[in-house]
């Protein structure tokens, strides 16, 4: 399963407002509301909270992968929000730029550590980030994503 595919343009917001860690977080996860695989979104919302309470979700470089494992979606789903200004995710002590937000199936296990793996690879590319900080519409966004900045 390949990062840009699980992506639609209707799951990327490309100029976050919120500056708090909690608000930033919501309004990326309610791209996923309403769509088919989410099965119940408030108590998706409620558990990707009770994960992100027991600890921070950050990775560096302005990246976090705020996540859940639950029983509330039927396939693995992300939504990704971009903020120029960044957010303050407290006991981090950086600013985020990057929030995707993820949804597993508790069965899908192998494919949820193999899709974040991919993407740890793939954000810790300076050049990366910077493109992505750079794209204008989403399209654009996912497009990077699918670039491999390891191929020569």
Do not use: C
Not at 2 to 17: G, M, S, T, V
């Amino acid at each position: 399963m390949k990062l840009a595919d699980l992506l639609r343009p209707n799951l990327i917001h490309l100029d976050l407002k919120e500056t708090k860690r909690t608000a930033a977080i919501h309004q990326v996860a309610g791209l996923l509301e309403k769509e088919p695989e989410m099965t119940n979104f408030k108590g998706f919302y409620e558990e990707l909270l009770a994960r992100e309470r027991v600890e921070a979700t950050t990775l560096g470089n302005g990246v976090a992968f705020p996540h859940a494992r639950t029983d509330h979606v039927s396939r693995l789903v992300l939504a990704v929000g971009r903020s120029q200004a960044g957010v303050n995710f407290e006991t981090s002590g950086e600013l985020i730029h990057f929030i995707f937000v993820i949804g597993t199936p508790r069965r899908m296990v192998t494919e949820y550590l193999a899709l974040v793996g991919a993407m740890a690879r793939l954000l810790r590319h300076d050049e990366v980030r910077v493109k992505l900080m750079q794209a204008k519409t989403a399209e654009e966004f996912i497009a990077i994503l699918g670039e491999d900045p390891e191929a020569v």
